[in-house]
């Protein structure tokens, strides 16, 4: 890992943590402990730039650092974990397979500059798959371990809440992402990462 990389993944790292904390929303009435925060565009933002290993690594830093300073227990954060760390890595995973940053900004012997957006959103809805489906059996062993639910009140859950809300919080942070990164990628100076 070159020395900007490290920085930049734990600068980024430090706001994803931020908002975080900062900024909790809960978007469905059925499961008011399932909130909104935008920390994992951020962490998308640092898979964009240096792959989903660094995009990862933001996840994982910004969970600890809230487990060690916000959260009431580790089943929190330790889902946050399971969910964004699959959104984020899946999706890294599936924007940087087509021609990477550099495409965006219309570079020689790139795509358009428009195909920026549209390949983020096409990964971004597989990751939102991998994240659905990677939560749905998760949620069994999670939210029986935090609330004592039974299997049958989390299955009664599972179209009601959780896979909505996993869906929805999955495309709110790439549609954060999309707006968020292309300004950042130009300050950054918009180099093509490395694979």
């Known amino acids: 890992m070159r020395a900007e990389q490290i ?6 790292a430090a706001i994803a943590f931020l908002l975080m904390a900062a900024i909790q929303i809960p978007i469905l009435p059925a499961a008011p402990f399932l909130t909104y925060d935008p920390s994992d565009a951020v962490a998308l933002l640092a898979g964009i730039l240096y792959g989903p290993a660094s995009g990862v690594t933001v996840v994982f830093l910004k969970d600890v650092l809230f487990l060690l300073l916000r959260a009431r227990g580790p089943l929190g954060p ?65 939210l029986a371990l935090q609330f004592g639910m039974s299997p049958a009140r989390v299955a ?28 950042f990628l130009r300050a950054s100076g918009a180099r093509t990462p490395s694979r």
């Open 78 to 142: 330790l889902a946050d974990f399971i969910a964004a760390a699959t959104f984020v890595g899946v999706t890294a995973w599936a924007y940087r397979r087509g021609a990477g940053p550099a495409a965006a900004f219309g570079l020689p012997g790139s795509r358009p500059r428009r195909a920026f957006a549209r390949r983020l959103v096409e990964a971004a809805v597989l990751g939102a798959a991998a994240r659905v489906a990677v939560m749905i059996p998760a949620n069994f062993a999670l």
């Open 156 to 183: 009664g859950m599972l179209v009601s809440a959780i896979v909505p809300f996993n869906a929805v919080k999955a495309l709110a942070n790439a549609a954060v992402a999309v707006l968020i990164a292309e300004p």
């Open 7 to 12: 920085v930049v993944t734990g600068m980024l």
